[in-house]
């Protein structure tokens, strides 16, 4: 029982790794609206393509993202839903708080 317990804090804790930067959470807020390529992605989050890849090839390499090449494009999309709804539990309630305050 207490293997079972510490594999899901260990998943809990990496899920939390790769959410914890401000980017990533952004990438997962604009793959939450679809599919986009790097390009898109890099107009809508504002921070310079290698700093977004390096940032996409880490959730991707945590299974967070999927992506797909057409052409000279990648496209990435969200690939764990968990990661999404961790994402809007957290973001919801930091944003209530600080309403309140």
Same mark, same amino acid.
């Given at each position: 029982m207490s293997d079972e317990i510490d594999e899901v804090f260990? &998943?809990?804790a990496e899920l939390f790794a790769v959410?914890?930067?401000p980017i990533r959470l952004r990438i997962i807020s604009q793959l939450c609206q679809g !599919? &986009? +390529?790097v390009g898109q992605l890099l107009e809508s989050i504002g921070v310079a393509q290698? +700093? $977004?890849?390096q940032h996409l090839n880490i959730m991707y390499r945590s299974g967070v993202l999927g &992506?797909?090449?057409q052409g000279?494009? $990648?496209f990435y999309r969200i690939a764990d839903e968990t990661a999404v709804v961790?994402?809007?539990a957290v973001c919801t309630q930091v944003?209530? !708080?600080a309403d309140v305050n």
């Open positions: 260990d &998943k809990a959410l914890s930067t !599919e &986009k +390529n290698p +700093n $977004m890849s &992506k797909r090449r000279a494009q $990648m961790v994402c809007r944003a209530i !708080e």
